[in-house]
């Protein structure tokens, strides 16, 4: 934006911070002792000083600029310009923007387009002027203000760590902001699809088609938003990944904590983990490319007609996926069982298998619930492998065999290329979203839960 | 095993009765017991053929890509075709005719070779690129026009295709990218030496393309590159504020359960719905560009923070109170205690989580398909405003073409991918190994 301006920006605090601290030396009269905080408190005071008020003066600015100088641009079109229809004139307001900027536009040759491009820019360097102007005295100001502010008995340190206490607090909102602008742009898009298309038709419906006709006197141009289907085919193949990674997950955490040697243990347990790293759109090329395939192909060998992106490949890769978020949860919960149930089984016979599935099951039961329901969440989550792997169709169907979308298909499918903002076809993937978002947080905090309770038993 | 052991005197009759029903049992118990141990061995090796299955069906796959075909081909760089007025002037030497120097000079190599068809089969030999790269060879050096040369020209698709033996010779002829008379030329031009596999410098030098063998990862790794910066350089900062004062200032209340609960639930939010976020509120109401590497990386960053806050609020639990009592003894201030004395001892584990989530952020594509960043980019980005796109993402985009040649980048594209992701996560494995502190 103005990089060199927060350079001079940067520059000048440093000389403040040494300015400060000279300055603090010289009230003190070279003694240290006589000051109430360290020296550099009171350069970082000055620093602060000059920083602050021209970084917010800067900010302001450009959050306003743009705006002002449209509308005093606009001010100056011919009339008949002027009072054209808002989206109209938003039009022509870019175009202008792009002339400007020194793209080819087709208005290039209008003398009055020209000459407004004209006056913009010129508008827009006068602006960017007193930008500097602006921030410059209030930095300059910033310094004169600490300069003549810094005595022996102000207490620096005090106000430099209030300042970085609240940058502090201020940092850990942004978890609680991030939180809320989730909810607001689900829910407040989700809310103007379903002014068009009623809840129930959305979460009971059985068509889904969501392929809005660019004419209205078209077949079909109503679309249909039953999104039953997507539940369906989501379920499905979390279902499937589910069947894969639970088993193998659960099996790998139980041999390795409880019969394989230390040595294994420490190869084996990094190398599972290494499947969590993978990034997904390697998956779902392994998935689309390699695996649906084989799985085509085994199925014609045996007679069975398979789709091509069959949920079954898209499921069964997703569980590969899984298996390091089962086996290292549920890791940890079959650890938190304290060895004295463990040595108590032994001591009256038990075989290690005996013990495992006749103690330490049952008492990591809670935990390993917990970690399911979590790996559950990641699998209704997932994205790229189903959007690779997955079908397009919307199937209400049980056969793993046939091709399934899931929510996070159409999610993706409905809002890449797609620029409009008030159709239904880009608002129902808000509602998907809002869905999803309620689903994977209600599946979290029961899980989350769940295994704190578990594990407070314990401790 | 279970034969009944002899020490009658010993035991009481009853006693023994429990031994001989414990003994009969003992066989199918232990049968039990070596079957469950197989299970869980079947089930870890399963997961790890997994790893291996991958690993090895991507580097099959992908370490073709690193070689690519080229063809030796003689050109003339003709004064009287490229630089009719003789001033060396770039701009008639960039508006030449490049292309015909490559036809005539294929078709020096093949006189035979007659009519529209049959040439324009010959022509197809080699790349559209090669054209530019005679027309980049003659503006970085002037001198060569006038001059014959044997220049190794950039094959097309289909030939490298071929050359690399993934297309079936016979096959009827309609149903491969290569015509008969093309395979000869080909097998003319093996026999002669002048077709050759050489490095692929193309895939790290160009953006992307429609064409395969043109097609490159460069811009992608810039994106990526300016995304990740713009992710490090917001969440690292906050992320470790946010820990500092968790861990350290804040007071145990419902304002920080409320944090606490926030950023564990976030942890766990799936990725498409950060992407949603970022699609409405930067891109609809703060109106950012689309496509843009800012806006990729705030919303990386925010997907990122939980990360590093969670493996931050780790590191500075790591960090013993005597440590604090120390500090705090000396008269320090509760900031200086932190600042001089925690943080610095905490830093290693913080950067160890911060590298971690840097790299499960270079993996992330889902988000960054709501916000724009699938665009079929040319240019290499030259900054963080400029329309790109990240490596993932090319992947994914190349995953869906049918060529050939372009199963054989996206495997390219990941092995770059999965080396990037390897070194980073070594990197933290070091430094865990190098700063780790027990106390």
């Given amino acids: 934006m103005q990089p060199l301006l927060l350079l001079t920006l940067l520059l000048l605090s440093v000389g403040a911070y040494h300015l400060g601290r000279k300055r603090a030396f010289a009230v003190a009269g070279g003694q240290i002792r006589n000051l109430h905080s360290l020296p550099g408190f009171y350069g970082f005071y000055a620093a602060l000083w000059c920083g602050l008020p021209a970084l917010a003066v800067l900010a302001l600015w450009a959050i306003a600029q743009p705006g002002i100088l449209v509308n005093w641009v606009v001010a100056g079109l011919p009339p008949e310009l002027q009072n054209l229809p808002p989206d109209r004139l938003n039009l022509v307001v870019n175009d202008l923007k792009n002339l400007v900027s020194g793209n080819f536009v087709s208005s290039a040759s209008d003398p009055v387009m020209v000459e407004a491009a004209n006056r913009y820019r010129q508008l827009r360097a006068i602006g960017n002027a007193a930008l500097w102007v602006a921030v410059l005295s209030f930095a300059i100001g910033g310094i004169a203000y600490a300069w003549r502010a810094i005595s022996p008995a102000l207490r620096a340190r005090n106000r430099v760590e209030g300042i970085i206490n609240l940058f502090l607090i201020a940092s850990s909102t942004v978890a609680i902001f991030t939180t809320i602008g989730i909810v607001l742009s689900v829910v407040f898009e989700s809310l103007l699809f379903f002014r068009q298309v009623p809840v129930s038709e959305f979460l009971f419906g059985l068509q889904w088609s969501p392929q809005t006709a660019l004419r209205a006197d078209q077949v079909g141009s109503s679309g249909a938003f039953g999104a039953a289907p997507l539940f369906a085919g989501t379920l499905l193949i979390s279902g499937i990944a589910m069947l894969v990674a639970v088993p193998i997950g659960l099996m790998s955490a139980l041999y390795l904590s409880e019969y394989a040697t230390p040595k294994f243990r420490a190869f084996a347990k990094p190398a599972l983990e290494i499947l969590a790293g993978i990034p997904t759109v390697v998956y779902g090329f392994f998935a689309a490319l390699t695996v649906a395939p084989l799985i085509r192909e085994i199925g014609a060998a045996v007679g069975l007609h398979v789709a091509s992106e069959s949920a079954l490949a898209a499921g069964l890769v997703m569980g590969i996926m899984i298996i390091p978020f089962v086996s290292s949860l549920s890791d940890d919960v079959i650890n938190a069982v304290p060895q004295s149930m463990r040595d108590g089984s032994y001591a009256l016979g038990a075989t290690k298998s005996e013990t495992i599935t006749r103690v330490l099951l049952p008492a990591a039961l809670p935990g390993i619930v917990g970690s399911i329901l979590l790996a559950v969440s990641r699998a209704i989550g997932e994205t790229m492998i189903v959007v690779m792997a997955a079908g397009l169709s919307a199937n209400l169907t049980a056969n793993p065999l046939e091709a399934v979308t899931t929510v996070t298909v159409q999610i993706v499918t409905l809002l890449t290329g797609d620029q409009e903002f008030d159709s239904p076809k880009t608002l129902a993937a808000f509602a998907l979203g809002l869905v999803l978002f309620a689903v994977t947080l209600i599946l979290n905090i029961i899980a989350l839960r769940v295994v704190r309770k578990y594990r407070e038993q314990y401790e | 095993m279970n034969k009944p052991t002899a020490r009658e005197g010993a035991t009481p009759l009853r006693g ?146 071929f050359v690399k033996g993934n297309i079936d010779r016979s096959l009827p002829e309609a149903e491969r990218p290569l015509k008969d008379s093309q395979i000869e030329w080909i097998d003319q031009l093996r026999a002669a030496g002048k077709i050759e596999r050489q490095f692929n410098a193309v895939l790290f030098r160009n953006g992307d393309s429609r064409e395969p063998e043109q097609a490159g990862i460069r811009g992608a790794l810039m994106g990526s590159f300016f995304t990740l910066v713009v992710t490090f350089l917001l969440s690292f900062p906050i992320g470790v ?198 106390w």
Wanted: charged residues 15%; aromatic residues 8%.
């Fill in chain 2, 241 to 438: 504020a946010t820990a500092v004062y968790l861990e350290e200032f804040a007071p145990k209340n419902r304002w920080t359960d409320i944090i606490e609960v926030n950023i564990n639930n976030l942890a766990a939010v799936p990725s498409i719905v950060f992407g949603l976020l970022g699609l409405a509120v930067f891109i609809n109401f703060f109106g950012l560009p689309r496509s843009a590497p800012l806006v990729g990386g705030l919303v990386l960053s925010l997907m990122t923070l939980p990360v590093i806050i969670i493996a931050g609020r780790a590191a500075l639990t790591s960090v013993p109170p005597s440590i604090r009592e120390a500090a705090l003894g000396m008269g320090a201030s509760k900031l200086q205690m932190v600042g001089h004395h925690v943080l610095p001892l905490a830093m290693p584990g913080m950067l160890t989580g911060s590298i971690i989530g840097m790299a499960r952020a270079l993996g992330e594509s889902a988000p960054l398909l709501m916000i724009g960043m699938v665009a079929f980019i040319v240019d290499v980005p030259k900054n963080f405003l400029d329309p790109s796109t990240v490596l993932p993402v090319q992947i994914y985009l190349w995953s869906d073409l049918p060529e050939r040649a372009f199963v054989e980048r996206t495997s390219a594209a990941i092995m770059v991918l999965l080396a990037f992701m390897i070194l980073m996560n070594g990197l933290a494995i070091l430094l865990r190994k190098r700063f780790e502190r027990r």
């Fill in chain 2, 16 to 161: 023994r009765n429990i031994k001989t029903i414990v003994n009969a049992g003992l066989a199918r118990r232990h049968a039990a017991e070596r079957r469950f141990r197989w299970y869980g061995l079947i089930a870890i090796s399963l997961g790890l053929a997994f790893v291996v299955l991958m690993f090895a069906n991507i580097i099959g796959k992908g370490s073709p890509a690193f070689w690519q075909t080229y063809i030796r081909v003689p050109i003339s760089f003709d004064a009287a075709a490229l630089d009719p007025e003789g001033k060396r002037d770039p701009q008639a030497l960039a508006s030449a005719d490049y292309a015909a120097l490559v036809r005539a000079g294929l078709r020096q190599m093949f006189p035979a070779v007659e009519g529209r068809l049959p040439l324009r089969a010959l022509s197809a030999l080699t790349s559209s690129d090669a054209a530019y790269e005679l027309q980049r060879r003659v503006q970085d050096n002037p001198g060569l026009i006038g001059t014959q040369q044997e220049v190794w020209l950039l094959a097309s698709a289909a030939v490298d295709t």
